[in-house]
């Protein structure tokens, strides 16, 4: 059973940096592809960022590119999303999210609860 459970949400001002965790309980978080989401108020959920099961491939909606990180450890069953030069339309409910495949999928398995993420400026 695959159980995702975000954390490091938080209130930054605009420049900070925040780095989300997502946690997985289950015995077959190595073999999932990974992703995080976002869905800000009054619109729709969106692609952040993307990890093959090895984090060998990575990928990231524009926006983010060269500001947010997205990474792995198997080890320890835990994605990251790295988020530096946070804006205040970074503002939104983040989602980890797991995928049955390996390689980085269009839909995915498994959602987490989400985790608040508010930039002010």
């Known amino acids: 059973q695959v159980q995702l459970v975000e954390s490091g949400g938080g209130l930054v001002q605009a420049g900070g940096s925040l780095r989300l965790s997502c946690a997985d309980s289950?015995?077959?978080?190595?073999?999932?592809?990974m992703g995080w989401f976002r869905q800000a108020p009054g619109k729709e959920r969106e692609f952040v960022a993307a990890?093959?099961?090895?984090?060998?491939?990575?990928s990231y909606t524009h926006s983010v590119k060269g500001r947010f990180t997205i990474s792995r450890d198997n080890a320890k069953n835990v994605v990251y999303l790295q988020m530096n030069s946070l804006k205040p339309e970074d503002t939104a409910v983040y989602y980890c999210?797991?995928?049955?495949?390996?390689?980085?999928?269009?839909?995915?398995?498994?959602w987490g609860q989400g985790t608040q993420v508010t930039v002010s400026s």
């Open positions: 999210a797991a995928s049955r495949l390996r390689i980085i999928p269009n839909n995915y398995d498994y």
């Open positions: 289950g015995r077959t978080f190595s073999t999932y592809a």
């Open positions: 990890i093959t099961w090895s984090g060998s491939s990575t």
